[in-house]
């Protein structure tokens, strides 16, 4: 992606001070994704690095993930996996509490919703801490999937999620990095 292009992606996500408590800057995607060519950039950068990789599954993280997730699935001709809120899913589940950079929650998967050794990435909109994302590993994992990598449109390298993921050596990548909250 050239440098013209990288701005109007980081351009095209709207900023919401204070949002959804004091302090927290939202860096809402709905603008990204309301816009065609915008929301076509950030799916084939996503897809980009994986489209000769063998990539059997796709995991999105509710709800913008499953957004994002969908469309890359498609553009990687990959089934699609959701990861939910608790108590969403209506078959057996797997279930992993997590911390938000702003509350307390837990996630969910079908147990039946891949195979052992299938090849995944994982997708979701923002990394921030890198709870819900290392939350998402461990289930994807507690499955045996093997995760290529965890992409997302939006970093905020000063929270430290994506080094939290490569601790777990799971490799990270992000089209834009915004600086602060
Ligand atoms: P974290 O677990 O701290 O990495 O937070 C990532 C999750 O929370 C993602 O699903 C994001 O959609 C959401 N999130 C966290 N911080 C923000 C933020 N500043 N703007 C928008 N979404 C955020």
Known sequence: MDTQALQALKDSIRVIPDYPKPGILFRDITTLLGHASMFGLAVEELARPWTAAGVE???GIEARGFILGGAVAHRLT???VPIRKKGKLPHDT????YSLEYG???MEMHRDALSPGERIILIDDLIATGGTAEAAVRLL?????EI???CFVIDLPELGGASRLEALGVPVRALVAFQGH
């Open 78 to 80: 990959a089934g699609f």
């Open 94 to 97: 797997v279930r992993v509490a």
């Open 57 to 59: 599954r796709v995991a």
């Open 148 to 150: 290529l990598a965890a």
């Open 104 to 106: 307390l929650d837990e």
């Open 141 to 145: 994992r507690s499955l045996g999937a």
